[in-house]
DNA sequence: CTCGTGTATTACGTACGACGCTATACTCTG
DNA sequence: CAGAGTATAGCGTCGTACGTAATACACGAG
């Protein structure tokens, strides 16, 4: 139903996070908990697709950093998505 | 990636559709091109759900129409949507 | 001291669904 | 009559969302 990575993009849009602190800021600004294996999994094919790199470890974290092309990526995203949301709540409000 | 049920109760929010219908207005409006599997298939799943019900067939046509648990669950799908927006975009232009 | 809670990541299995492709069938235009 | 547009159904595959469990460390409460 809802896209992690889109949550995850968003988040690492704030800057530089590790896994667990997207959890916890993706659950504050979009009311979503993610499951752990969710999360990770998802952090994997961003990594993949190089919307994301690993930034070297700290002790037990392992931050993540947004690239240019994660950046992209992450505005086409919300693009494709505002026209979905203006016309669903203006056809909503019309009947 | 894209939705395909959010994509339909949003073209279904208008009014009363039959299937192709839905395909081209949510071409227009959303400017995604849905294949003819994924839109039927997301169609009987929202009808096995409640979400939409089936009206009687005009000829070859098989017309849907939204019920008052789709309409809600398209409304809490854009306001689940909505924040994600919102921080989305505005910790992209912050940088 | 140990028990629970919070932080942090990894691995595994399952089930759903997105998508492409093909088939079918009717209608209309060139 | 060939081709494009309308309209739906079925099938197979691959990706991936999600739950669950395992591991490990640090901290405070009891």
Redesign the pocket.
């Known amino acids: 139903?809802?896209?992690?990575?889109l949550l995850i993009l968003a988040s690492l849009a704030e800057g530089d996070k590790?896994?667990?602190?997207?959890?916890?800021d993706v659950k504050t600004f979009a009311g979503?908990?993610?499951?752990?294996?969710?999360?990770?999994?998802?952090?994997?094919?961003l990594e993949?697709?190089g919307f994301i790199k690993a930034l070297p470890?700290?002790?037990?974290?392992?931050?993540y950093r947004m690239t240019p092309q994660g950046r992209q990526h992450l505005k086409d995203q919300l693009a494709a998505l505002a026209p979905v949301m203006r016309v669903g709540s203006l056809r909503l409000k019309q009947s």
Do not use: F, K, S
């Open positions: 139903m809802n896209d992690p990575t590790h896994g667990y602190a997207i959890l916890t979503v908990e993610l499951g752990a294996g969710t999360l990770y999994a998802a952090i994997e094919r993949n697709r470890a700290e002790e037990r974290r392992r931050p």
